[in-house]
């Protein structure tokens, strides 16, 4: 399995309880692991609603706020590296919303942008279905 050293969390303008960092890492290296895909350098930045609001004008051309935004930074023959860049207020208000707590909504999303890097898409319904499956299995393991 890769290593789990290769996987940061930093935090932009804000901040957010992680808690357990290296069993958090420990789980998203499994997701890389299961679904076949090795990374070398995975980094994850919490933000505020404003900074990914810019970052989605700027980059995706979208006026409208998001909880996440992947970005892979290399070739497609190359392990996977990327940036995850995550709003801590939607995660806040999603986890409200759905009913759940803070920590299950922190960890559906880090594992949503996992994903994403895995080559996982949430365009159309069958792929939000695909996406959550996903989300869902690697949220119910016990690792």
Known sequence: MNRIYNISFYFNETAI????????????????????????????????????????????????????????????????????????????????HHGCTLKTELHRVLFHGALHLCGYKDKTRADKITMTSKENFYLDLNY
């Not at 350098?41 to 970052?55: A, E, M, Q």
């Not at 992947?70 to 999603?94: C, Q």
Request: aromatic share 14%; net charge positive.
């Open 17 to 96: 309880t992680i808690g357990n960092r290296q069993e958090l890492k420990r789980k998203i290296n499994y997701i890389f692991f299961k679904e076949k895909k090795p990374y070398s350098v995975l980094s994850f930045i919490f933000c505020t609603d404003r900074f990914l609001l810019s970052i989605n004008r700027k980059f995706l051309g979208h006026d409208t706020y998001t909880d996440i935004i992947t970005f892979p930074l290399n070739n497609p023959e190359d392990p996977i590296s990327g940036e995850i860049y995550i709003s801590v207020d939607r995660i806040r208000e999603n986890a409200r």
